[in-house]
T-cell receptor
Framework: DSGVTQTPKHLITATGQRVTLRCSPRSGDLSVYWYQQSLDQGLQFLIQYYNGEERAKGNILERFSAQQFPDLHSELNLSSLELGDSALYFC???????????FGPGTRLTVL | QQQVKQSPQSLIVQKGGISIINCAYENTAFDYFPWYQQFPGKGPALLIAIRPDVSEKKEGRFTISFNKSAKQFSLHIMDSQPGDSATYFCAASMYSGSRLTFGEGTQLTVNP
């Protein structure tokens, strides 16, 4: 158990809908990362936050957004969902941007 | 653009054998090379990592070999065990806390 928690574990929704994925980092970790794992794209970096501020951005779609709150938990918002958004979404955390990343168990999103 | 290429896609090894997974990268700015292990239904877990100032790093049965001039690195699992059966991902980043670029993954099966 990495100490990173993600909710929900599974999420099934329909095309066009909006969902929110939640991540609680390990105690004391200030940096949060979001990754998407799909069969065709593999594991891809989406976005990174450090102490509430966006630090780095990957190939994150404009329909997706994220934020990190003062209590350091983070949320990934996915809107106007498409079938191709079905994937595993992982959150990772690290104490600071110069330390190793520890991954949560993921949220499996299925868009029907 | 895939910047980290991993092979083989799948690997079957007998118990007690050596498992070898190879990765090649393109971006010479990468300075941190971790390997992650992922079991079904779980998030990737950091296994071992190396920086380019050393050519080899060993932790228990796991060894990373690094060839900076060839821009290649590999994971060796000695005395492979059925419990090692998992998907292994190599990754690369500018430093340990920056965005990770992952390889495609190798599904390892260790037969008893």
């Amino acid at each position: 158990d990495s100490g990173v928690t993600q909710t929900p574990k599974h999420l099934i929704t329909a095309t066009g809908q909006r969902v929110t994925l939640r991540c609680s980092p390990r105690s004391g970790d200030l940096s949060v990362y979001w990754y998407q794992q799909s069969l065709d794209q593999g594991l891809q970096f989406l976005i990174q936050y450090y102490n509430g501020e966006e630090r780095a951005k990957g190939n994150i779609l404009e329909r997706f957004s994220a934020q990190q709150f003062p209590d350091l938990h983070s949320e990934l918002n996915l809107s106007s969902l498409e079938l191709g958004d079905s994937a595993l979404y992982f959150c990772a955390s690290s104490p600071d941007p110069n330390n190793e990343q520890f991954f949560g168990p993921g949220t499996r999103l299925t868009v029907l | 653009q895939q910047q980290v290429k991993q092979s083989p896609q799948s690997l079957i090894v007998q118990k007690g054998g050596i498992s070898i997974i190879n990765c090649a990268y393109e971006n010479t700015a990468f300075d941190y090379f971790p390997w992650y292990q992922q079991f079904p239904g779980k998030g990737p877990a950091l296994l071992i990592a190396i920086r380019p100032d050393v050519s080899e790093k060993k932790e228990g049965r796991f060894t990373i070999s690094f060839n900076k001039s060839a821009k290649q690195f590999s994971l060796h699992i000695m005395d492979s065990q059925p419990g090692d059966s998992a998907t292994y991902f190599c990754a690369a980043s500018m430093y340990s806390g920056s965005r990770l670029t992952f390889g495609e993954g190798t599904q390892l099966t260790v037969n008893p």
